[in-house]
């Protein structure tokens, strides 16, 4: 049975360059490169973007730990990666 992955990215990461909206990620590495290398391999692979990415699975843009897509758990993959830029999901109080 093939390895499940879950790769999670947001800002401005992308997963293809060219996508829209454009990348930042276009100037050095895209995870493309990564997540094709996964394939490769024989794993399956599960793009999800915490924002908007046209070139996330189908899906699974806008994603949320606490709210996956409809059908879906997490208990469905072997391995999860998170690649983030932005950080924090709430806002911080000021002491």
Do not use: C
């Amino acid at each position: 049975m093939a390895t499940t992955v879950l790769v999670v990215i947001d800002g401005g990461f992308r997963f293809k360059k060219d996508s829209a909206p454009p990348s930042d990620a276009d100037r050095d590495f895209t995870y493309s490169t990564l997540t094709d290398a996964l394939e490769a391999a024989g794993m399956l692979v599960t793009r999800a973007h915490r924002q908007d990415d046209s070139t996330a699975t189908s899906g699974w843009t806008g994603f949320k730990f606490d709210a996956l897509p409809a059908g879906h758990s997490l208990a469905e993959f072997d391995v999860i990666w998170l690649i983030g830029l932005q950080g924090r999901n709430v806002a911080l109080k000021t002491l």
